[in-house]
């Protein structure tokens, strides 16, 4: 495959749009469309460098993925690349540094997920964390695409907005299900026990789709919530989970993954498009 594509796909320019698209699907429900790029730049930029970085660390460890072989073999691009995003990271970080809480928060919630990379030798985490992990890392994606717009528009919290971040919480990690699902025999090697590996293929389908249930109750409450029901487009994302889920049982290419299944979290911001 064309070694430009790889490049934009394993060092996850996909995954970092879509955090961003996110980033100003949240200002569309609430019908603010004098959005600085400052903000979406940011979340943009920290997500390619937070990702890279992650990836960068894994590879050292282990080159059991294409994406992973890609980051051993392309050791100076991938420095180079995250020095640029950290630049930018840094430069756009300046620019909206009045939620620097909101931020710092954020950072630390990802580095708690990087850093037993850093460690020499790997370390046994408690098997109600790694349960959890799914969960976790739809919390720091609701974290920076929700909460940090709210807080640079002072937005305050209430009722809508809870349910906001619980349906992106769950959106995220719906995706990130799928991927567990694709390493689980890896995952159960190392000690990382997560519901796709723990649970048989009948009982993991089942909790998959009681996740989605819960997804669209967010959907249909936020649509009662805001007054309209084009919100309920929302709805078709976790259909398309559920159809990616079953197609993830047959197809283990990276390809599919990080096209199909990172690209799950752009078709949520575009079908918010209607709202325009």
């Known amino acids: 495959m064309n070694r430009l594509f790889r490049f934009l796909l394993f060092e996850h320019l996909v995954i970092a749009i879509s955090a961003a698209a996110l980033c100003a699907q949240t200002k569309l429900f609430y019908s603010i469309f004098d959005y600085p790029l400052t903000l979406i730049a940011f979340v943009f930029f920290a997500t390619l460098l937070s990702y890279n970085m992650h990836f960068s660390f894994a590879a050292n460890k282990s080159s059991s993925s294409e994406q992973l072989q890609w980051f051993r073999d392309n050791r100076t691009h991938a420095l180079v690349f995250n ?17 620097n809480v909101h931020i710092v928060a954020a950072i630390l919630f990802n580095a708690a997920y990087t850093a037993p990379l850093l460690l020499k030798n790997p370390i046994k985490l408690p098997s109600v ?35 906001l971040f619980i349906s992106r919480l769950l959106l995220v990690a719906l995706a990130t299900m799928i991927f567990d699902y694709r390493d689980r025999l890896r995952d159960f090697e190392m000690g990382v026990h997560t519901p796709a590996n723990i649970m048989n293929e009948q009982q993991f389908e089942i909790f998959f789709i009681i996740n989605v249930l819960l997804y669209s109750f967010s959907v249909v409450f936020l649509a009662i919530r805001f007054s309209t029901y084009l919100h309920l487009l929302q709805l078709i994302p ?21 096209i199909w299944v990172d690209g799950l979290l752009i078709l949520s911001p575009f079908l918010s498009l209607f709202l325009l």
Do not use: Q
């Open 83 to 99: 020095v640029l995003s950290l630049a930018a990271t840094l430069w756009f970080w300046w620019k909206v540094r009045r939620i």
């Open 129 to 163: 964390l790694t349960f959890i992990k799914s969960y976790f890392i739809g919390f720091v994606w609701a974290y920076a695409t929700v909460v940090l717009p709210l807080a640079f528009f002072d937005i305050e919290p209430n009722i809508n907005e809870i349910f």
């Open 238 to 258: 976790g259909l398309v989970a559920l159809y990616l889920l079953r197609i993830s049982k047959r197809e283990d290419s990276d390809y599919f993954y990080l």
